[in-house]
């Protein structure tokens, strides 16, 4: 085992469900190291909307104390004996999955994300019965298989967002046949959104993008997208485009008045549409008709494998990459979360390091 200086284990936390903007400096009980495992000394972390969603209890009730965050990279200080491909002082990254049981199907077909018994890098429970908690904080430890390499020529503000962010785009575009010759549509542009335009376009994907508002039109543009559409109540946005995308990835968090059959009609033969916006509140019913003209598909997705992970890492580097976004000290993890909560960012948030 490699080891270096200790590091302590501290973050900001939610300690009052009611009042979920306001954060305390807590100490926490990080996960019992394992020869398997590696720790990893925080210097960035992304805001994302999951975070928002768990602590505004969007999702569910939470018990407090509850330290959210999981875009992290930062620098190995502890490396386990069994780690392979990892030492102390090497840049890493930790997204939003840090366990599973490393013995089913999926875990043996780089399809761990849907591991039975995964676990959260937040608001969850290691076997032992340790409680999960995230990258607003000092430090992490995670098994190896949720470790991943941060590429040389990538800077860790820019990795930070794409372990959660990006990776729950990427891995919908390659697994549902985004690259060169197909159209791919992209439905909401926030901090997911931008990423699967940026990735599906360096997939090699005719992107269009979709918007209900004009006020993105520009930014779009520069992010690399063909086409900007936006988008209207009564459906007029999509009759051009009936039967003409090959792949659709909605970003949208939002489920009130969401057109789906809309979207569903601009499906080519056999189309998916991929959903990867978790909402609140339920979509609106889908009538079976919705699918028969274009034998569609409608699915989710969820986070990505370490597979996808590097490679995802690998093809920002190669075709450089980089997110839109705005740093802020962790100490400001308040005002980040109620900004992103009024959809005030374009388009990532990703804090830096201030409690060392």
Same mark, same amino acid.
């Given at each position: 085992?490699?080891?270096?200086?200790?590091?302590?284990?501290?973050?900001?936390?939610?300690?009052?469900?009611?009042?979920?903007?306001?954060?305390?400096?807590?100490?926490?009980?990080?996960?019992?190291?394992?020869?398997?495992?590696?720790?990893?000394?925080?210097?960035?972390?992304?805001?994302?909307?999951?975070?928002?969603?768990?602590?505004?209890?969007?999702?569910?009730?939470?018990?407090?104390?509850? #330290? @959210? %965050?999981?875009?992290?990279? *930062?620098?190995?200080?502890?490396?386990?004996?069994?780690?392979? =491909?990892?030492? !102390?002082?090497?840049?890493?990254?930790?997204?939003?999955?840090?366990?599973?049981?490393?013995?089913?199907?999926?875990c043996h077909t780089d399809n761990e994300q849907y591991c039975p018994k995964g676990i959260?890098?937040?608001?969850?429970?290691?076997?032992?019965?340790?409680?999960?908690?995230?990258?607003?904080?000092?430090?992490?430890?995670?098994?190896?298989?949720?470790?991943?390499?941060?590429?040389?020529?990538?800077?860790?503000?820019?990795?930070?967002?794409?372990?959660?962010?990006?990776l729950t785009v990427y891995s919908p575009l390659v697994r549902d046949g985004c690259g060169?010759?197909?159209?791919?549509? #992209? @439905? %909401?542009?926030?901090?997911? *959104?931008?990423?699967?335009?940026?990735?599906?376009?360096?997939? =090699?994907?005719? !992107?269009?993008?979709?918007?209900?508002?004009?006020?993105?039109?520009?930014?779009?543009?520069?992010?690399?997208?063909?086409?900007?559409?936006?988008?209207?109540?009564?459906?007029?946005?999509?009759?051009?485009?009936?039967?003409?995308?090959?792949?659709?990835?909605?970003?949208?968090?939002?489920?009130?008045?969401?057109?789906?059959?809309?979207?569903?009609?601009?499906?080519?033969?056999?189309?998916?549409?991929?959903?990867?916006?978790?909402?609140?509140?339920?979509?609106?019913?889908?009538?079976?008709?919705?699918?028969?003209?274009?034998?569609?598909?409608?699915?989710?997705?969820?986070?990505?494998?370490?597979?996808?992970?590097?490679?995802?890492?690998?093809?920002?580097?190669?075709?450089?990459?980089?997110?839109?976004?705005?740093?802020?000290?962790?100490?400001?993890?308040?005002?980040?979360?109620?900004?992103?909560?009024?959809?005030?960012?374009?388009?990532?948030?990703?804090?830096?390091?201030?409690?060392?």
């Amino acid at each position: 085992m490699s080891s270096a200086s200790q590091v302590p284990f501290k973050g900001y936390a939610v300690t009052n469900p009611k009042a979920w903007s306001d954060f305390d400096v807590i100490d926490f009980k990080p996960k019992n190291f394992k020869d398997t495992d590696v720790e990893i000394a925080i210097t960035h972390c992304g805001v994302c909307g999951s975070d928002v969603h768990t602590i505004t209890s969007g999702w569910g009730d939470i018990e407090p104390p509850l #330290i @959210v %965050g999981h875009e992290i990279v *930062g620098k190995a200080t502890k490396v386990g004996s069994a780690v392979n =491909g990892i030492k !102390v002082g090497d840049r890493v990254g930790v997204g939003a999955q840090i366990g599973s049981c490393l013995e089913c199907e999926a875990c043996h077909t780089d399809n761990e994300q849907y591991c039975p018994k995964g676990i959260d890098t937040y608001n969850a429970e290691y076997p032992d019965g340790v409680k999960t908690m995230g990258g607003y904080s000092t430090a992490i430890r995670a098994h190896e298989r949720f470790v991943f390499p941060i590429p040389d020529a990538m800077e860790s503000k820019h990795a930070a967002s794409m372990l959660c962010a990006g990776l729950t785009v990427y891995s919908p575009l390659v697994r549902d046949g985004c690259g060169p010759g197909k159209k791919v549509g #992209i @439905v %909401g542009i926030g901090g997911l *959104g931008h990423y699967a335009i940026m990735f599906a376009k360096a997939l =090699g994907a005719e !992107v269009y993008a979709f918007t209900h508002s004009d006020s993105k039109t520009q930014d779009i543009k520069k992010m690399g997208a063909d086409h900007v559409i936006v988008t209207d109540k009564d459906g007029e946005f999509a009759k051009p485009l009936a039967q003409k995308l090959h792949l659709i990835v909605s970003t949208r968090d939002v489920a009130d008045d969401m057109p789906l059959v809309d979207y569903i009609s601009m499906l080519w033969v056999q189309g998916h549409m991929i959903q990867v916006g978790l909402p609140d509140k339920p979509f609106p019913p889908i009538p079976g008709f919705a699918f028969t003209t274009n034998g569609s598909l409608f699915g989710g997705s969820k986070i990505g494998s370490k597979k996808e992970a590097l490679a995802m890492l690998k093809l920002a580097a190669e075709k450089g990459v980089k997110p839109w976004i705005e740093e802020l000290p962790m100490s400001k993890a308040g005002e980040a979360v109620e900004r992103l909560k009024k959809n005030d960012v374009r388009y990532r948030f990703v804090l830096t390091q201030d409690l060392m």
